[in-house]
């Protein structure tokens, strides 16, 4: 009764927290922990409002996902109080293993271990701590319970993570671009043979999603600028890792050195216990905390990379349709090989390519399914009047190159 | 200076009404006349909101041409004084020709006379009472003055007309795909070679504008029960101009009479100028009190129509992608003949089949330009990364079908 | 079950229509008819977008109504379906009796018979056809149901009916003041002894509420333009009226010359069943073609009356806490009589004095009641920690003066 | 021209950086510390949202002051190009001299020396490395300018610094109390007498945003569990001040080792210039990096009340518009001493009380000043038509009281 409790959101307003086991899981330290690791990492150095955190996403999700119960249960789908809190708990949890800048320690500190497989780990630990209570939402989480609707509400093309970060991510960047009309979408849901389905007039609220998907991957998620901050990340902590390795100390957190100095691999991650629990005590801080730090190291490359971030000096970034060919990037590296007096080696901490893509609806998976007005059901692209699902189920390459604003625009001069 | 009045909108705020002589033309009675037609018919049956009125639309309009002129200057853009009232006037004045439910008034009590072309009569007009002052203004309109951007921003594929109605629609309606970034796009606008352009940045907010425009299509301007519900009130004021032209008299305000009892197209239209003047006279309110009066008519047909559109007993409208067969019309009229006691001319007054079309955007004409970083400029369709806007060039057609819903759904039952 | 639709409103979105028996109940034309009625009548005129219904709002305030029984219900007040369908009944019902710009019709048309009166016998005569299904919704309307609480939602100083016309008056003028934390203050609703109370988390929201209520009256409700036009129409129909009697026949709708060709008080109006039939085919349709008809009158005082609320040549009103004086008031008319050409009774159509009033707190009867966390019951103004609610509670008079701009500013010139 | 950049933000949209000197001035890393330092310090775990910064802040307050100018200029007050960049500059720089969680810092680690005098010292740093440019920017901050508008648009009791933070903090909260109508109430100043005036329309909305104000510090700013988390980090840093004195090492950045190993007070401050220096330094991450290390310390109260709050196991507060007795007090101290086995200096840490309090508007300095139509000037409280404002210009305080949630509710108990 007492932890019946209300999570002020500026999204939604008030978010319910509809039991006493859901608010027990909340304040457990491994979803705490998600306060301090913001949702779109880097992307507050272009949009100043993203510091939202993983936190505040997890819990709108579930937000959503008591609408959609509602929704579900007011056009006569049965759902009992188990399915509802195994679905509830399932929702928060799927991002509990994720790390800070995750996408950045994956490739570093961490090297090969998916944040999907920490999560999956996490989920089995907190299961024990909860005797048991949370294995059918760990069942509905791995797309293993039978009635695949609640797996589908919270892991699909069209899911309640889906609708709550792209609402949330427009919100605090306030690109518009990416508000998208949950309230309708949801009303619009039911059941048919269990599997999730959008009723007919719900249609263009779906389309509407996913061109705000695309959207929000080409204005905000792979924006030129963040994609270019991200990789700069990537390379402080390769280098950070790489002089500690070579027995050098650098400033940093308990947590953060137990990554620094040890290889951690897919392999030993799970051989070895301990290094499951430095990860659950790894947040934004520690990175941001050491690369502060780092500003003053007496390794020139850490040293100049801290610097940039810090000041938001940040690598020019360029975007483009066609891949850049080895001339153009051997081009580039000169120029700032000359610039910064580095060698071979050290110029690929300064000059990055990056091929990126994005396809807004994968036709192939998982598809968004249609009641029509007779009963019957259809792929999403079927039943649209308009090509557009085709064109967004096409994958778009786009090409990126990195490096220091110091040497112009080379690429133009001639 | 007295005059420097602010209007009050809840889409924008506040608008600033920039001068004396445009406050004098707001003030005019032709201007004052748009306060009572309402910007979207009979939308309102299907989206209570949706009250508002051509005069808020062509006030929404001269705000966002406002803006956009602040931008270009900002862009050192060199806009004359001159330039600038007569732009801001040109939107004031491009809807003042259109008279209530515009459509329905076009094929019925004044044949074949367009709402652009009484446009044009009523700026003469208007431009003769200001004694030339509006000289600049319609050469702006007509699209007959060199600087060309200034036509484009009040009339071409990115306007300010529409991104007020799109805006203006969704916020009446509810219906947020139709909300569109107006200030990222107007900050992004920019002339070259005296031709209105939007840097690339900014074309991620023209495609979402093409898209929204797309979804307000379909989920609001050719919305079923609204294509129905303006089709039966077509039929009502041709079956009350029948009437009228047979000599019977109904109730009727002067100015909606002076239209029943007299033959007008588009001949006469020009030569008697007692139609431009009675014209001016007529709004929403002519007709609705007139329907409302009609539902006590003693002809049958009259009155049912009255009677349906007026208790919002709507006609059931089917909308498909196949055109419907000369069989399962007549099939339809068949059912309603025999349920109302029709003959074969009176059942055209309540079974209506129509072919609707949209495409988002017409590759054909008044392109939207791209200012590329280099300075160049491109087709919006080119410099697209997705075949999207391809798509949506395409003209889309639908077939819809209206009949009383006393008949059930006959095309489904064999 | 085809019955369960959905309504779109702007301001909350989707509106669900719990049952089918409520949704019959919408589609009955005595609220049909409140589709035509603006709920702020002549506010239009300053804030052009106030064109929203009667019926929007009562379909609003039935939503929160829903919102708040769901609320109840979490926390364990026990609710029977009966008694939910009875209260959104009440809710639903509680405007029946408006006619077209209410208070001026009060004044001149229907002498002394309030819409309350009109609301309650309209009820009754839909219990009629409802065959009983409607009683406890009148119950609970006229308080007389044992749990107090359901009256106290629709019907209090902070009822369900307050805080959807603040919210969506707001909305559609524009006047953000008026916004209020609808969904917090309905959260923070509860039940004590049978009566709502505010648990004391709620008490800012609840002081905001007030505090938006009373700078929407001052600001829309009572705005000096606004009470000048409405005084304008009050004089408009006392004129028609008065002519009607003398035998002069007048433009007019059928339901429209029924009022105006008879006198109809308190005392005829319930003896006389066809009193109530005409009322319920009389809207803002009626009045607002008649208005523009009349521009036409060879009656000068009526003629000039019409053209100028016709053209929005709206009479100028001076608001001040000093009552004006007997000579002030003299002044005035003397200038207007000469410039006009009037008599001493025609005067009076032109120059008017009001006394207008508010408080936004009665604390007299039907007081907010606040629960503190030891589960005591207070007043808000006891529980409150600034005396701004007593400042609230005080009433507020302030004194109208209205007149022809033809004559300048009389009272400050001398 | 290539500065002329655009900042994206979710409160106002686009924010234009209106010269490359401004944009100088955003890029000096003194203003991008403020990128790290969150405007409501632990709000955040109240309103999850609410991470947002003083670099927002100040960028937002910018903007308004870009508004407000050219409204004023709009009105024919002579603004030049230097008293524009003058005013803009100084409320950029108004907050560059608070630290991370300020309060907090100037009871622990830095004795007295307040954020103002630190700003001060840090503009008149920038203003030598910009070469006297700040020096016009410096004189209107600290109200030397003759004109004093200027001063008072971004400093006094209706400043743009107020109007930013009170949307601002309502927006990121999303506590609605607080929105306040900042496009009304700058559209509605002017000047007189080269002092700053609000024309007597714009009357209800200064009301309304001093109530807002109002609201937001009771719901937000002295919301109970803040305050008491406030008062947590205060006794965190204490602790380590007082270990660190005592010769202890602690896990700590360079920066925060400065502050906690070296006795710094406002003699010593402004004569060793190191101590600025490190201050520069020194940012959220800092402190929340090191109280995360501090959750493994090996002293028994730092390491508990770093786990408390890093767990949010936050202290419950209790409010009340009483003072606690010194018996009360005792009472508590007994029950944690006895629970936690501590003494009497140690409980300090644990328990505390604090007298909070806040009145709305000051009426003894820098009113807000009204421009009736006939041009004469009122203080607000004076042209106001309700008490309200004297109200809101009495103080209110409250007392508080914090103690861990393990010893229940002794207050309560008998």
Not at 8 to 23: L, T
Not at 215 to 226: F, I, N, S
Not at 298 to 310: H, W
Request: aromatic fraction near 10%; proline fraction near 2%.
């Amino acid at each position: 009764m007492n932890k019946k409790k209300i999570i002020n959101d500026p999204v939604y307003g008030f978010v319910s927290i509809p039991s006493a086991f859901i608010f027990d899981l909340i304040q457990h330290p491994f979803l705490q922990r998600l306060r301090f690791i913001k949702q779109v990492s880097m992307t507050h150095l272009v949009y100043p409002g993203a510091l939202h955190t993983r936190f505040q996403h997890v819990v709108g999700a579930m937000h959503l996902t008591c609408l959609a119960i509602d929704t579900l249960r007011s056009k006569d789908v049965y759902i009992s109080t188990e399915e509802e809190e195994a679905t509830l708990a399932a929702i928060l949890l799927h991002d509990v293993g994720h790390g800070p800048f995750s996408h950045s320690l994956e490739h570093t500190l961490i090297e090969g271990v998916s944040h999907e497989m920490i999560s999956a780990l996490l989920m089995d630990k907190l299961n024990e701590e909860f005797k048991g209570r949370l294995s059918l939402a760990i069942t509905i989480f791995n797309n293993e319970y039978p009635r695949q609707f609640f797996h589908q509400l919270i892991s699909s093309q069209l899911d309640t993570d889906r609708m709550d970060y792209l609402n949330r991510d427009s919100f605090f960047t306030g690109v518009s671009e990416g508000v998208i009309s949950f309230d309708r979408i949801i009303k619009m849901l039911n059941v048919k043979d269990e599997n999730l389905v959008v009723e007919v007039k719900g249609i263009y609220s779906v389309e509407k999603f996913l061109i705000a998907r695309r959207l929000m991957y080409w204005q905000v998620y792979l924006h030129k600028t963040v994609i270019g901050a991200e990789q700069m990340l990537i390379k402080i902590l390769y280098r950070a890792k790489e002089l500690s390795m070579q027995g050098k100390t650098l400033f940093a957190s308990k947590a953060l050195r137990h990554f620094l100095q040890n290889k951690i691999d897919i392999h030993n991650f799970l051989d070895i216990p301990d290094h499951l629990i430095w990860f659950t005590r790894l947040d934004d801080t520690d990175i941001m905390s050491a690369v502060k730090d780092w500003v003053y190291s007496d390794d020139k490359i850490l040293q100049t990379l801290c610097r940039k971030l810090m000041n938001r000096d940040l690598l020019r970034t360029e975007l483009r349709s066609v891949p850049y060919s080895r001339e153009e990037i051997s081009f580039v590296k000169e120029k700032v090989k000359a610039h910064f007096e580095l060698n071979d080696t050290e110029v690929d901490y300064f000059v990055y390519e990056q091929t990126i893509q994005n396809s807004a609806y994968d036709a192939r998976y998982n598809n968004i399914k249609i009641l029509n007005k007779m009963g019957s059901v259809q792929d999403i692209t079927e039943a649209s009047d308009l090509s557009n699902l085709e064109a967004l189920a096409k994958r778009v390459e786009k090409y990126a190159i990195s490096y220091p604003k110091e040497i112009g625009f080379p690429l133009y001069e001639g």
